[in-house]
């Protein structure tokens, strides 16, 4: 068997509910053509209007079960109904249709009166809908009446205003019984089980019966009442409604068979027969007005009481789960009030032995700190609390009514522990705004305060520490720039007198003499070199590193290192793979800085080479990058020692191994130069496989020469 699909089903479920409230719409509007005409056709002799006419109620029920897109089609539907009733029932054509007329204006007066406000279907919930019920019973018994009468004095030789006390008094009832069966009611539950219910219903019923029993007077009449309160008071609202109506069709029933008090009175004061009808309708009218609001009053206290009992339960489980935190609610007195599972596990109290018996006191332990703690069956020291706590609220209370503040407080436990809590106290109020007490929330912060004093403590001293550090790194930055400034005078006159002697001829020096002076001259041009990186790397910690930036030809500064670097590069036995275009390679950088850059780049690949090996030197462009790279084949360097290659100071296993000359400065001078062109430097290299540096710089773009500072 086929079965629908879930998109198919989705979208005939709205058309299957559309269909039901049409068929019940259709099917009020057909008995209303039934009732209609029962009520012509047993309506009193002489009288041109019906005693009881449902169809007003009917009428309103049809326009409420109906959607709004469908209501003018639906009292097009009522007018046609009502005025077929009357007609089938033996008036004229002409009255009937009048008469279908003012139906149908009443109607449509009601419908509107209870929809207003965009409401889909007339609502009954409480008092404030049913005076909307009210007035819209009185608009539309009075437009409808106002018409039946014109059309009485228009057509007939009746009493106009006989059909318009009839017309008020039959459409008022039948709008206020009928109609709230089709409203929105509350939906509370019955306060009454099935024996109450049966016992009232069977109490009403014998109370109608002994008062319209044979000869009954007026003094019995309004017995009912409180019987028809008594199912106010707890029967559900549709409950009400139903017995409402079915009071008034027992009473019309007796009435019309000629029993009750109502009609013997009418009888005493020899009344017209319609009056019979108008005054049982007035009669219920005041049953309806004493019973329905009852019961909506009784509705909203229950609806009111289940949220609030929801809210209470919601609010204890919060609470009573919130075991971790404390929560203490009091008087304005500081008497306590309130106090969840959170509290008894902070104080050692339980709540049976502190609500309503115990107060928040201060404590002075002598030391001139007060302390927060319970006090059982004590009376408050209300003006010492307030003094301490009020200027507190006081000033929270400049950024809201409900504003809080917090605080950390000594706390007394039962067992005298002191701890440490943090505080958050806010003023209850009333309704009317007026104080109630006080609300506290505490969290017990004590370890986290030791923590946070030891953290504290030990940042200090890390403070310390490090400003201690910083002088004393300040004081060896110092230094070194003293002394590198005060050697270089000696050194250089070192190498200048070297110099001059290995150029004097005239001397006749023997050869060895000669060496002698070629290593001084070596050798004090490397202790001059590595006063200079000392300065330089002063210079780069101490933010006094200066670059006069220019637009450069990198190939020029390439190739002077390469020149420069040739010395070392002989010694150790090496040759050199100089790869340079032709193109220009333009940057915007200093060129004695870059030069010292690569320099230290191709020194470092000769010192670390084996004698015999190449060492390529390549500069080319790559995309907005001009890119050097110095490639050897020398002993590599290890991963470990890859990530302190730019430190100051750092030499490599190796370097200490072989004992290769260095101070391990070069990389770090190196370093700091190209980041400081806005470049960088990349290392790939493997222990025994060599090592390849690469320098990255942006190229060129218009800017005017600068002096920057790193």
């Known amino acids: 068997m086929a079965t629908a699909s879930p998109a198919a089903a989705t979208r005939s479920a709205p058309l299957t509910a559309a269909h039901l409230r049409a068929m019940l719409v259709a099917g009020v509007l057909g008995a209303e053509v039934l009732v209609g005409q029962l009520a012509v056709h047993y309506s009193q002799q002489g009288t041109h209007v019906a005693t009881f006419w449902p169809n007003a109620g009917l009428s309103v029920v049809a326009l409420s079960l109906a959607l709004p897109s469908w209501r003018r089609t639906v009292l097009i539907g009522v007018l046609a109904v009502t005025a077929t009733a009357n007609h089938l029932g033996g008036r004229p054509l002409d009255i009937s249709l009048a008469y279908g007329l003012a139906n149908t204006a009443g109607a449509a007066a009601a419908i509107w009166v209870l929809t207003r406000g965009a409401r889909p279907r007339p609502r009954l919930h409480n008092l404030e809908d049913f005076f909307r019920l009210i007035t819209a019973v009185l608009l539309a018994a009075g437009i409808s009446a106002g018409m039946g009468a014109a059309t009485v004095a228009l057509l007939t030789d009746g009493d106009a205003f006989t059909t318009w006390r009839s017309i008020t008094a039959s459409h008022a009832a039948a709008i206020l019984l009928i109609a709230p069966l089709a409203m929105q009611l509350p939906k509370v539950r019955s306060q009454a089980g099935t024996f109450e219910t049966i016992l009232q219903w069977l109490s009403l019923a014998a109370v109608v019966l002994l008062v319209f029993r044979p000869e009954q007077q007026l003094p019995l009449a309004f017995l009912p009442f409180p019987f028809l309160v008594w199912g106010a008071a707890r029967l559900t609202p549709r409950q009400v409604a139903l017995q409402l109506l079915a009071f008034f069709a027992t009473v019309s029933a007796l009435s019309s068979a000629g029993l009750g008090p109502i009609v013997k009175v009418v009888e005493v004061v020899e009344g017209s027969v319609g009056l019979v009808g108008t005054v049982l309708q007035v009669w219920v009218l005041a049953a309806v007005l004493v019973s329905l609001p009852l019961c909506l009053v009784r509705s909203q206290q229950l609806l009111t009481l289940d949220r609030l009992t929801h809210s209470h339960a919601l609010v204890s489980n919060i609470l009573d789960s919130t075991t971790g935190t404390a929560i203490l609610g009091t008087d304005l007195e500081g008497r306590i009030e309130f106090f969840n599972i959170g509290a008894e596990r902070m104080t050692g109290y339980s709540a049976r032995e502190v609500i309503g018996k115990a107060t928040l006191a ?299 000359q260095g101070v391990g400065l070069g990389l770090p001078i190196a370093g700091a130069i190209v980041a400081g062109h806005d470049g960088r430097i990349d290392v790939l290299s493997e222990l025994g496989q060599g090592s390849t540096f690469v320098v990255r710089l942006p190229l060129l773009h218009d800017r005017s020469a600068s002096t920057v500072r790193v």
């Open 362 to 660: 201060l404590v002075d332990f002598g030391d001139g700190r007060l302390r927060i703690a319970i006090e059982v069956g004590e009376d408050p020291d209300t003006e010492l609390l307030e003094d301490l706590i009020g200027p507190f609220l006081d000033s929270a209370a400049t950024d809201g009514p409900q504003a809080a503040f917090t605080s950390d407080w000594d706390f007394v436990r039962r067992d005298g522990e002191v701890r440490t809590i943090s505080v958050a106290i806010s003023r209850r109020y009333r309704d009317d705004g007026r104080p109630l007490g006080f609300l506290g929330v505490a969290d017990d912060v004590t370890e986290r305060r030791r923590h946070e004093a030891m953290v504290a403590a030990a940042l200090d001293t890390e403070k310390q520490i490090v400003e201690r550090l910083a002088q004393v790194d300040q004081t060896k930055n110092d230094f070194l720039s003293t002394v590198s400034h005060e050697l270089r005078t000696p050194i250089t006159s070192i190498i200048g007198y070297s110099q001059l002697l290995a150029s004097d001829d005239s001397t006749g020096l023997p050869a060895m003499h000669q060496q002698i002076i070629g290593r001084i001259e070596r050798n004090g041009r490397r202790l001059m070199g590595l006063i200079e990186d000392m300065l330089t790397m002063s210079q780069v910690e101490v933010g006094s590193f200066s670059f006069e930036r220019a637009p450069i030809d990198l190939r020029d500064s390439v190739l002077n290192a390469v020149e420069a670097a040739q010395g070392t590069v002989a010694v150790n036995a090496l040759a050199l793979d100089v790869e340079v275009g032709p193109e220009t390679v333009k940057v915007h950088g200093d060129p004695d800085k870059l030069e010292r850059v690569f320099v230290n780049l191709l020194s470092n690949a000769a010192k670390f080479s084996h004698a015999g090996d190449r060492i390529g030197v390549q500069l080319r462009t790559e995309g907005d990058e001009a890119v050097l790279r110095v490639v050897d084949s020398g002993i590599g360097i290890g991963p470990e020692d890859q990530a302190h290659l730019f430190d100051r100071f750092f030499r490599g296993a190796d370097a200490h191994a072989l004992a290769i």
